[in-house]
């Protein structure tokens, strides 16, 4: 059938190593990127395949970059917007509620009752780090907060050391996040 094989266009870079390759999603869905590292052999890492085309920024400094990003669903459905922090080649971390439970001790909440009433909404660059603003429901307000790089460095190291590996089969890519249900 004509017009419905993938393409994908070559990777273009943004920011030190980081870059993009568009791809089409598909029919119904549209076009989407997905963000590669190229390291200094010109080898590239597939970091994450869902970036949409929702037009959040994705923010750099150093070898980090920090973005929004959709989830796929146990079925392979995208939609859920997710807090994602990367170093160099990767993996891909999902920080989004470390990152709400930093805003939680700040503002003497129980993370464990409010966690799952909020959902990344926006990110922004700051001067020194990134501002980022959670949707609430069940009548919580939104949470718009800032946290410098070195707090997300930190994040970062932390959910390396104290992930779990999570494995996307299609695209295969890897990523880490931390495990609150557990006892972490």
Not at 52 to 59: D, I, K, Q, R, V
Not at 103 to 131: A, C, H, I, M, Q
Not at 168 to 182: A, F, Q, S, T
């Amino acid at each position: 059938m004509q017009g419905c094989e993938e393409k994908q266009s070559d990777f273009q870079p943004i920011y030190g190593g980081f870059g993009v390759a568009a791809k089409w999603v598909g029919v119904d869905s549209g076009p989407g990127a997905e963000l590669y590292f190229k390291d200094q052999n010109s080898k590239l890492t597939l970091i994450w395949p869902f970036l949409g085309t929702s037009g959040y920024p994705m923010l750099f400094t150093n070898d980090m970059a920090f973005f929004i990003a959709d989830m796929p669903d146990e079925q392979g459905r995208l939609g859920s917007g997710v807090y994602f922090a990367v170093q160099a080649t990767g993996p891909a971390l999902d920080v989004s509620e470390d990152l709400l439970k930093f805003w939680t001790e700040s503002k003497k909440l129980d993370f464990g009752k409010v966690r799952k009433r909020y959902v990344p909404l926006r990110v922004w660059s700051t001067e020194n780090g990134v501002k980022l603003q959670y949707a609430g429901y069940e009548n919580e307000p939104e949470a718009t907060f800032a946290v410098s790089w070195e707090q997300v460095s930190n994040i970062i190291q932390d959910v390396k050391r104290t992930g779990k590996e999570h494995i996307i089969k299609e695209p295969h890519v890897v990523y880490l996040k931390k495990d609150y249900d557990g006892n972490q």
